[in-house]
């Protein structure tokens, strides 16, 4: 799958979750180029703005869309590394703040 | 000419990281660049101790300046004011 491909494909599947694109395309890009790189090294997407180990099972909560994502779009607009942003913030073009980290310090390894 | 002591702890793939490099690039800043996903082995789990001591999340990038400002994420308003940066 290239990039464009799977763009649209998650694009599809996560805007029926609530979850849009962020509305800046180059991070978007940039963000999909390495979750496909992560797939590659690691052999899933791990969420390119955390340290993944190479283990699937350890990892699985990072795993995009990140366990994390949910409750960040909602407290904060945007998930951890802006790849998606709420309904709220994509409707009314905000610029999402700062996500703080949300997984526990002890998973990552 | 900034002649503060950087080090940043980022990660090849991470977006705020690189955005916050790239801050650093634009003012001509030199800076030292730890690659956090690069490492292996006892080499990693030194590095990941040494950023829990500067940041207990343990997230990037994780940027230290002058050994005492600590900075979470690509803040940047944060970075720039830490450096004397107006403009």
């Known amino acids: ?109 | 000419m900034c002649t503060c002591i950087i080090k940043v702890y980022g990660l090849s793939s991470c977006s705020h990281c690189k955005a916050a490099r790239k801050l650093f690039d634009k003012y001509n800043i030199e800076y030292e660049y730890v690659q956090v996903d690069d490492l292996k082995g006892d080499e990693r789990k030194a590095v990941i101790k040494e950023i829990k001591e500067l940041n207990p999340r343990c997230s990037f990038p994780t940027i230290e300046i002058n050994k005492e400002t600590i900075i979470v994420g690509n803040k940047q308003n944060d970075i720039k004011k830490a450096l004397g940066i107006k403009k």
């Open chain 1, 1 to 109: 799958m290239n990039i464009e491909q799977l763009y649209d494909a998650l694009k599809k599947s996560q805007e029926k979750q609530g979850a849009f694109f962020n509305k800046d395309r180059d991070l978007v890009f940039e963000l999909l180029e390495s979750l496909q790189l992560n797939k590659e090294r690691y052999g899933y997407m791990a969420c390119p703005c955390r340290l993944a180990c190479g283990d699937r099972e350890h990892d699985k909560d990072i795993i995009c869309p990140c366990d994390y994502r949910k409750p960040d779009m909602e407290e904060f607009g945007a998930c951890y590394c802006g790849l998606y942003v709420s309904e709220k913030v994509n409707n009314l073009e905000i610029v999402p703040e700062h996500v703080p980290e949300r997984r526990p310090v002890e998973k990552i390894i």
